[in-house]
């Protein structure tokens, strides 16, 4: 898309290509949103996945989609993200109740596109996702050389730091977890503070510690688990360390609502997290001054800074009857015009590269510091697995933080129950 296109223009250009879409049965599909003109209508029920402090503005959003198509009713439903990987399975397996349009963790595609779930992207979006979207975010809506997902915000994690507790410590931002330690310490020894709030019950947390130590989940191209290697075995030995040493505060239960209390009130400096924090960081006593919240790039291991690659992707249900009007839907939720708004509301990252041109996206201090840290993203493995590696992780993680197993055992009973699910692999 051309960049300082007016918004008029970028609202008809929408309304021609979703009526288009609604005008072309030619593939065979269930027309059942369309009128013999090609008008879309009906009812188009989105499943989002967004959390507290974002789903009321994505509910608005979402249904000014009407204002573009009187005759389709949005739907919209908010489905913890916790939850919400097996629930859409069930839901699409089934076909009782299920949404016509997901938001869907970039990891989760590949896996509903294998169990073919999902519809296609159809080929003139194919098109513009290749052309106008960044190369990262496209490649997450892809599997076996086909897409079947759109994506609508890309992003990774970073440290986010109370600058004014840092600087009555004397303290930097610190660049390597060694030097989390000694700013933790200072902190704790001016202010009596934690320095550092790492969550302990969600694997995805765990992957800046093997990236920082030169390593990774699984080989893809190899097929072979490397999450017990030296480099995983490493990084379980330094997510211990941080919590031992006193450097960090954990958890093994309800790791966002504890994470997110302690930095917000003060009662830890500093936190891990992503852009989809800013909004809700933003309402704690701490940071009513916006001006007090500093993010800064995830400290480095013993070899390297790495933080991963996330976002979401909104895709079409393969046995949706409207798919006409649920893919005009999925144009619109990740159009430029709409990613800007939620940058500017939301402090979330746009996947169309064009968006990153516009005023608002520009002035988003929090856009503007997440997007190199983006393109410097370690790309996750594309494999329908994905997912499913995330919860044998997720407890041997959170034995080994919290000391109940060993940073070996967590390494060696990971790595057999990877095998299990990735059978074949070495």
Wanted: aromatic share 8%.
């Amino acid at each position: 898309m051309r960049r300082g296109i007016a918004a008029t223009a970028l609202v008809a250009a929408l309304a021609l290509a979703a009526t288009a879409c609604g005008g072309d049965a030619s593939d065979g599909k269930d027309a059942a949103g369309d009128n013999a003109g090609g008008e879309l209508s009906g009812t188009v029920t989105w499943w989002d996945t967004s959390n507290e402090a974002e789903k009321a503005s994505f509910q608005k959003i979402a249904e000014a989609f009407t204002a573009k198509h009187p005759k389709v009713t949005v739907k919209y439903v908010n489905v913890p993200y916790g939850d919400a990987q097996n629930k859409v399975k069930n839901a699409f397996s089934s076909g009782s109740d299920a949404p016509d349009v997901i938001r869907a963790d970039v990891g989760w595609v590949a896996d509903f596109a294998s169990l073919q779930y999902l519809d296609e992207v159809p080929a003139e979006t194919v098109k513009k996702v290749d052309a106008e979207f960044l190369p990262a975010a496209a490649a997450s809506g892809k599997y076996e050389g086909k897409t079947y997902a759109v994506p609508q915000v890309i992003d990774t994690l970073g440290l986010f730091y109370n600058k004014k507790m840092l600087a009555d410590a004397g303290v930097q931002p610190p660049t390597t977890l060694e030097e989390v330690k000694t700013a933790a310490a200072a902190i704790k020894a001016k202010t009596g503070k934690a320095g550092l709030y790492l969550r302990g019950d969600d694997s995805y947390w765990f992957l800046p510690l093997i990236y920082g130590e030169g390593g990774d989940l699984v080989d893809a191209k190899n097929k072979t688990v490397t999450v017990d290697n030296a480099a995983g075995v490493k990084a379980f030995k330094a997510a211990r360390d941080l919590v031992s040493s006193g450097a960090a505060l954990t958890n093994a239960t309800d790791g966002w609502t504890n994470m997110q209390t302690a930095f917000k009130s003060g009662e830890a400096a500093m936190m891990i997290n992503g852009p989809w924090a800013v909004a809700d960081t933003y309402a704690g006593d701490q940071f009513k001054d916006k001006a007090n919240l500093g993010v800064a790039p995830v400290p480095a291991g013993s070899v390297k800074a790495g933080s991963p690659q996330g976002g979401h992707d909104l895709a079409v249900y393969a046995g949706s009857k409207n798919t006409a009007a649920a893919h005009a839907f999925v144009a619109y939720m990740t159009s430029e015009e709409v990613q800007v708004q939620s940058a500017k509301e939301l402090s979330l990252l746009p996947t169309r590269t064009a968006a990153y041109e516009q005023p608002d996206v520009k002035g988003s201090e929090m856009v503007q510091f997440f997007k190199p840290a983006v393109d410097k993203a370690v790309e996750r493995a594309w494999i329908p697995e994905n997912g499913s590696l995330f919860e044998p992780l997720k407890v041997e993680y959170t034995k080994a933080i919290t000391g109940a197993s060993t940073p070996e055992e967590a390494a060696k009973t990971a790595g057999a129950e990877f095998r299990k699910i990735l059978k074949g692999w070495n």
